[in-house]
């Protein structure tokens, strides 16, 4: 039996990593692992502190595991740990706990196909995003590439209009379990 593959749809907001991963679930028929933050942030009327963000890791998590356990040769993931901790340094400097950091640190190190949406998507307007600007978009865009390059972590990179991103994406999923 084939050990479970990870695919994890990764990259700064509004570059469409939510339908990425919910598409790519449904193509092959998978579970999707949904961003924990986002329920949060609904459940909390908009309002986030520091000391949520131990809650919202262990959400993350909680909704990872959950699609493992129900997933048969992979799991998509709508972000991951590691983007808690990117969140986390962005709008809490020096606040994300250190068993966050670690257990991101663990979980990007068992290995899975990281597929990188880029800021040359159309900006969406939502009330949980912060950085609709050009010069914001730049800096998400190099703090999570440079998280996965620092790491030594590869991605595919998917640029383009949502049909080129889904058809790459496809494509690149393909191959990976393939492996």
Request: proline share 4%.
């Amino acid at each position: 039996m084939n050990a479970l593959k990870r695919i994890v749809v990764f990259g700064p907001e509004s570059t469409g990593k939510t339908t990425l991963a919910r598409r790519l679930a449904q193509h092959l028929d998978e579970p999707c692992s949904e961003e924990f933050v986002r329920e949060f942030w609904d459940i909390r009327g908009g309002v986030i502190v520091a000391e949520d963000l131990g809650t919202i890791a262990l959400g993350q998590i909680a909704n990872e595991d959950r699609a493992a356990l129900a997933a048969h040769r992979a799991v998509v993931c709508d972000t991951d740990l590691l983007t808690c901790v990117l969140w986390n340094d962005v709008l809490f400097p020096e606040k994300c706990p250190a068993w966050v950091r670690e257990e991101a640190e663990v979980r990007v190190r068992t290995g899975g196909l990281f597929l990188f949406c880029d800021t040359d998507a159309a900006w969406t307007p939502d009330p949980q995003r912060c950085f609709p600007d050009e010069a914001g978009r730049a800096m998400c865009r190099r703090v999570w590439r440079e998280a996965l390059s620092t790491r030594g972590i590869s991605c595919v990179e998917l640029r383009g209009d949502w049909a080129e991103r889904e058809a790459a994406a496809i494509r690149a999923v393909a191959e990976f379990l393939k492996t």
